[in-house]
C-alpha cells in the first residue's frame, strides 16, 4: 500500500514538471492577457460613443425645455389678452345695457323742460277754485311732471339742479360770469336750465350763471 501511494506521487509530480505543459503554460498565460487587453480597448472605444450620445441628449433637453419655457409664456400672454378682450365686452355689453336708451332720454328731456316751463309760466295767484278749468289743467300738469320724473328715476335719469353749489365743468356749462350780491364767487347764481345724469353719466349739463368776485 505504501509503495502505490509512492507510485501515484512520482506520477503526479511528473505530469505537473512535463516540459509540454511548461511550454503550453505561457501561451495561455498570453492567450488570456491578450484577451484582457482586447475587452479593455473596446469599453474605451464605446466611451467617446457615449460620452456624445450623452451630449447630444443634454442639448435636446436643453432645446425643449427652452421651447417648453416659450410656449408657456405665450399661452399665458394669450390667457391674459383673452381675459382682458373678455372684460372690456363684458363692460361694453353692461354699458349697453345701461346707456342704450340714452338717445330716447335725452328726447324725453325736452318734454320734461316742457312740462316744467308750462307749470312756472302759470300764475299761482290764478290757480284757485274760482277758476276751475284753470286749476284742473294746471293740477294735471304738476301731475304729469311729477310722474314723468320718477319714470326718469326708475330708469337711472337724475336731475341736476346746482342753484347755490359750486361750479363743477363736468356736470355744468357756464353760459356768463358775473359779480351777483350775496353769492360766492365760483358758485351758481343762476340756473338757466336743469342738467340730468343717466347712471353717473352727465346726460346733459346745466346751463349756468357763475358767481364772480367784484
Known amino acids: 500500500m505504501a509503495s502505490w501511494c509512492v507510485r501515484a ?16 503554460s505561457p501561451r ?20 467617446p460613443e457615449q460620452n ?11 432645446q425643449l425645455e427652452e ?19 373678455r ?5 361694453m355689453i353692461d354699458d349697453a345695457k345701461l346707456y342704450g336708451i340714452q338717445g330716447f332720454c ?29 286749476k284742473n289743467l294746471y293740477d294735471g300738469l304738476v301731475m304729469t311732471e311729477v310722474q314723468i320724473q320718477k ?12 342753484d347755490g353749489l359750486k361750479f363743477d365743468p363736468y356736470e355744468h356749462e357756464a ?8 353769492k360766492e364767487p365760483g358758485t351758481v347764481a343762476v340756473v338757466t336750465k336743469v342738467g340730468y345724469k343717466l347712471h353717473g353719466r352727465t346726460l346733459r349739463p346745466a346751463l349756468v350763471g357763475v358767481a364772480k368776485g367784484p
Open 9 to 24: 506521487v512520482r506520477q503526479s509530480y511528473s505530469l505537473v514538471a512535463s516540459p509540454a505543459l511548461l511550454r503550453a
Open 28 to 47: 495561455l498565460l498570453c492567450t488570456a492577457t491578450q484577451q484582457k487587453n482586447g475587452h479593455g480597448s473596446e469599453e474605451e472605444a464605446e466611451k
Open 52 to 62: 456624445a450620445a450623452e451630449k447630444v441628449l443634454v442639448e435636446e433637453k436643453t
Open 67 to 85: 421651447q417648453l419655457k416659450e410656449m408657456t409664456e405665450k399661452y399665458k400672454r394669450a390667457l391674459a389678452d383673452t381675459e382682458n378682450l
Open 87 to 91: 372684460t372690456r365686452s363684458q363692460k
Open 106 to 134: 335725452k328726447d324725453l328731456l325736452e318734454v320734461a323742460d316742457i312740462l316744467e316751463k308750462a307749470t312756472e309760466s302759470v300764475p299761482k295767484e290764478e290757480v284757485t277754485s274760482q277758476n276751475p278749468h284753470l
Open 151 to 162: 319714470v326718469f328715476t326708475k330708469h337711472g335719469l337724475v336731475k341736476i339742479n346746482p
Open 175 to 182: 353760459l356768463f360770469h358775473a359779480p351777483v350780491e350775496g
